[in-house]
């Protein structure tokens, strides 16, 4: 292997640094705002109707129409705040209430005397606007993910990345708005709702560009190191989403530490997320545009004539994502990515808002998210490197088993109701972070082996039926009477049975082998 060629091998895996590090910045702030927002919002206050009567300073009666009993409930008065509020066992676990003036107060005291005021008021609301946003976002990305490649095609990987990242810190503005005016149900509902909207567009386009992004250099990557051309995917996705998931852990540790222990505001913790987006933006403009490999510049040459000269329609983009739904591969493949859907919307939102919520507070979400983002990091790396040496089926067997290990540790063990079962959290997060570590490196490298020739459509795929059933998850949990825990666990168990034995059978029946004839994609020819 000559210089260059090791010269070129460095770069294209900078590339990749370099990007996943821009990702990081932008999600460490949209990953800590989407679970502040599935969960300070409370998806168990749609009729709240709670009072505090005092009697000679303590609370003598509380009555709620959501998780709280009206025993165990202390009333306290915040001389910094001037709001009464209730709160069980002491100010463990909180719940707001109206106060003198007839609002709800929207302040809460913590047992160390931090007083905080929650981005948005958990009752008060008839509705949750948290979980609704969230959804939306999801369900814009799912319709809008049919054009995403389109996009990518005509804008190129790099503008569109940054492009979508300027539409995530306006996402960041939007949140900052709203926690100025934490009570405002008409601003969340006319700043948060059509941002996430806007959001679930540009992550249409922002997903297909990485994942094409990052296969491609590998791709080139594996030709400059002599090897063979699917040796690097495994790496490479790896890498990317090792450095992306730690955003789990400073997103969610930076949201408990500066309002539990600093105590922070709300207005301020989101102007620091925004600097944080505004970080991972600029640095997008820096991104390497990646030059086609000699022996296919030509090729490359022709298909950017094509896009200038608008050959390349919308309709024949969308008709190429499609098609590949005639191919048995993609197949085999749609039950486990939906599977990984609702796996990301199980535990970003119904299991910070049923589980860990209710059993450690709210200001404890963080920690324990961070042990799901510290697995999840360590593993997409650990498990991409390995993947590569014994092959993908061991890899994906043990993501199937680690996550079946929670549903059924959730089945059987009760949480919930201040009962402080960290052990059990922690435990559920680590066991959770080592499958969604399998899943977001393995089905990406599984499709850019497989759809060489068409990675753009291949990874809108990958993003449709993901985001299809993340935003499905994020619906049923606006309603917590919808689904009691237990139903919902076992609906993620059945689509992981389905999404494993799917692809299980296609290992067996294809091996997920890339076809240079391209014989099982009629469509595409």
């Known amino acids: 292997m000559t210089s260059d060629a090791e010269a070129k091998a460095k770069t294209y895996h900078r590339n990749v640094v370099y990007l996943s590090v821009c990702f990081f910045f932008v999600f460490t702030a949209f990953s800590a705002i989407q679970n502040l927002e599935a969960s300070v919002v409370g998806g168990h206050c749609s009729d709240c109707d709670q009072h505090c009567f005092e009697e000679n ?48 107060g929207v302040n809460i005291t913590y047992p160390n005397g931090t007083v905080i005021a929650p981005s948005f008021d958990e009752c008060g609301a008839s509705s949750n606007v948290g979980s609704i946003a ?28 940054f492009a979508g990242f300027v539409i995530f810190s306006i996402f960041c503005v939007a949140n900052l708005l709203v926690a100025q005016s934490p009570s405002s149900v008409i601003l969340q509902w006319t700043l948060l709702v059509p941002s996430a909207a806007l ?29 063979e051309e699917k040796a690097a995917l495994g790496a490479f996705n790896g890498i990317f989403f090792m450095i992306f ?32 987006a505004g970080v991972g933006t600029l640095g997008a403009l820096f991104i390497k545009n990646v030059t086609a490999d000699p022996a296919t510049a ?42 990984n859907g609702m796996e990301q919307g199980f535990i ?48 994906m067997t043990l993501g199937a088993l680690s996550q079946l290990a929670v549903i059924i540790m959730l089945v059987v063990v009760d949480v919930g109701n201040c009962d402080k079962k960290y052990f059990v959290l922690i435990l559920s997060a680590f066991l959770w972070g080592i499958g969604d570590a399998v899943w977001n490196t393995q089905i990406s490298s599984i499709l ?59 290992h067996l029946s294809t091996g997920f082998k890339h076809s240079d004839d391209e014989e099982e994609r009629p469509l595409n020819e």
């Open 298 to 339: 030509e090729d490359e040459e022709e298909e950017q004539m094509k896009i200038n000269n608008n050959e390349k329609s919308c309709m024949k983009s969308v008709s190429g994502m499609v098609g590949l739904w005639q191919d048995s591969r993609m197949l085999y493949l749609i039950p486990l990515i939906m599977y």
């Open 448 to 506: 850019g082996e497989v759809f060489t020739k068409d990675k753009d459509n291949a990874f809108s795929n990958l993003k449709l039926w993901q985001s299809l059933m993340t935003s499905a998850m994020f619906f049923l949990n606006f309603n917590a009477s919808l689904l009691s825990q237990n139903t919902t666990l076992y609906m993620v168990l059945g689509m992981l049975i389905v999404g494993y034995s799917s692809y299980l059978v296609g």
């Open 245 to 276: 998931q730690f955003t789990q852990i400073s997103g969610n540790l930076i949201a408990s530490l500066l309002l539990n222990e600093a105590g922070w505001s709300n207005t301020a913790l989101m102007l620091f997320y925004l600097c944080f």
């Open 134 to 161: 969230i959804g939306i976002l999801y369900l814009t990305f799912t319709i809008c993910c049919i054009g995403g490649p389109f996009i990518v095609d005509i804008w190129g990987s790099k503008w569109s990345i």
């Open 57 to 104: 300073g303590n609370c003598t009666d509380t009555h709620q129409n959501g998780d709280y009993g009206k025993d165990d409930a202390v009333c306290s008065w915040s001389t910094e705040s001037g709001v009464k509020f209730c709160s069980k066992y002491g100010g463990e676990c909180k719940s707001t209430c109206p106060n003198n003036d007839g609002g709800w």
């Open 348 to 395: 970003w939102g119904d299991f910070t808002s049923n589980w860990v919520k209710p059993s450690v507070g709210l200001e404890n979400i963080g920690y324990v998210m961070a042990a799901f983002g510290g697995t999840d990091a360590i593993g997409s790396y650990v498990l991409g490197k390995v993947s590569d040496m014994t092959g993908r089926f061991p890899i």
């Open 199 to 227: 959001v679930g567009f540009a992550a249409s386009f922002l997903w297909t560009a990485q994942g094409s992004y990052v296969a491609m250099n590998a791709n080139l990557y594996a030709k400059a190191m002599n090897l």
